[in-house]
């Protein structure tokens, strides 16, 4: 059936009459917002590419749980988790950003012209500071942390392949060398701590030697405890002499009284008692006797023996502490390089545009039923 001119008129204003009834609230609330992201992810949305890498921070010091952790586990890993956690916040810090935006590198390349408006970092439609270009970063930069293989994930996006790839290598270089002076700073401290020790314990030992030989060179003694040794070992050989002449006293004055060897023996008995009472008065009995300077001299070889076993034990710890240095030693080990991508993974334009009109059209019937309760509770 062919249309004449007459009834072209006609149906025009049948379709103006159609459109009339069309409800106004599902072209405001569907329609319009379906047209506008057609139109977005349709022709303005730029194309995003994802650049991934994984890594793990390692040491010799600590076990890693289950799963791949195991794995790595049997290959030398472990899990290092302060410095997991410290490379994990770094990633994410103005320091970061500050490092990769030098000579404005991360600026330039998420502000190029090909890169649409609503996407791109603009400092002239936006504030121009640095926290914001920071808000913008933590927007391209997302960080995952697998607790069970104890693996973190490094997203980058971007709007060029090479600009992904480039930003996520450079990120990666930057928490290898956090880690690094971390791991050597905490090697540094515990070494020096414990070598401070030993300095410390080396002073102790040389001044407690110094005041050991100032008090035998003092008193003329090695060992007063020796020395008494010696000297009550010659009181009893002269006690042993001393019984002996008196013995002999004894016995010529009961068979011999008139015998010319006592009064001999008699100044030998003297002799013998006056040098007993002498070396008796140096073991002990006035201020110089070798009891006296024995107190002296154990407590100064006390601590000269006290201060050389603080020595040993701080040598003992300084030995321990590099050990434990090495066991410290933590550092980042890629699981996965950052891959170049060669399409771009986002944005998902079909399930952006279909999310959209779901979205509208269950916010559409929501209104819509209730505004027919409203007009059934006012009738």
Same mark, same amino acid.
């Given at each position: 059936m062919r249309l004449g001119k007459g009834n072209i008129p006609g149906m025009l204003d049948k379709i103006a009459n159609r459109l009339k009834n069309i409800d106004r609230l599902f072209i405001v609330i569907v329609v319009i917002p379906t047209i506008i992201s057609v139109i977005y992810f349709g022709l303005l949305a730029s194309n995003v590419y994802v650049s991934e890498a994984k890594f793990v921070v390692r040491s010799p010091e600590k076990s890693t749980p289950t799963g791949l952790g195991m794995l790595l586990k049997g290959a030398g890993f472990s899990n290092a988790g302060d410095e997991i956690h410290a490379a994990q916040d770094f990633l994410v810090s103005r320091d970061?950003? @500050?490092?990769?935006?030098?000579?404005?590198?991360?600026? =330039?390349?998420? @502000?190029?012209p090909q890169i649409s408006t609503f996407d791109r970092f603009d400092p002239i439609g936006s504030d121009d500071s640095f926290e914001s270009l920071f808000k913008y970063y933590k927007s391209r930069i997302r960080v995952d942390y697998e607790t069970a293989s104890s693996i973190t994930t490094? =997203?980058?996006?971007?709007? =060029?392949?090479?600009?992904? #790839?480039?930003?996520?290598? #450079?990120?990666?270089?930057?928490?290898?060398?956090?880690? &690094?002076?971390?791991?050597?700073? %905490?090697?540094?401290?515990?070494i020096q701590f414990a070598a401070a020790e030993v300095e410390g314990a080396k002073a102790k030992a040389r001044d407690a030697a110094l005041a050991l030989s100032a008090f035998r060179n003092a008193n003329g003694l090695v060992d007063p405890e020796k020395?008494?040794?010696?000297?009550l070992q010659m009181i009893s050989k002269l006690q042993d002499e001393l019984i002996g002449a008196k013995t002999q006293i004894q016995e010529l004055r009961e068979y011999a009284p008139q015998s010319s060897q006592l009064p001999v023996l008699a100044t030998r008995v003297h002799s013998l008692e006056r040098e007993i009472d002498l070396q008796s008065g140096r073991i002990a009995g006035d201020r110089k006797s070798l009891a006296a300077s024995a107190a002296q001299y154990q407590r100064v070889a006390m601590e000269s023996q006290f201060a050389d076993r #603080?020595?040993?034990?701080?040598?003992?710890?300084?030995?321990?502490?590099?050990?434990?240095?090495?066991?410290? #030693?933590?550092? +980042?080990?890629?699981? +996965?390089?950052? &891959?170049?991508?060669?399409?771009?993974?986002?944005?998902?334009?079909?399930?952006?545009? %279909? @999310? =959209?009109?779901?979205?509208?059209?269950?916010?559409? %019937? +929501?209104?819509?039923?209730?505004?027919?309760?409203?007009?059934?509770?006012?009738?």
């Open positions: 970061a950003l @500050t490092q990769l935006n030098r000579k404005d590198a991360f600026k =330039t390349a998420f @502000t190029r490094l =997203t980058v996006r971007a709007y =060029t392949p090479q600009d992904a #790839q480039k930003i996520n290598e #450079q990120l990666l270089r930057m928490a290898e060398a956090m880690v &690094n002076r971390l791991s050597a700073r %905490g090697r540094e401290d515990l020395q008494a040794a010696i000297q #603080q020595l040993a034990s701080a040598m003992s710890s300084l030995q321990e502490a590099e050990n434990e240095a090495r066991r410290k #030693q933590a550092y +980042v080990e890629r699981i +996965v390089e950052p &891959n170049r991508p060669d399409a771009a993974l986002e944005p998902k334009r079909l399930r952006g545009i %279909g @999310t =959209t009109f779901l979205m509208c059209f269950i916010i559409w %019937g +929501v209104l819509v039923m209730l505004m027919a309760g409203i007009r059934e509770h006012r009738a």
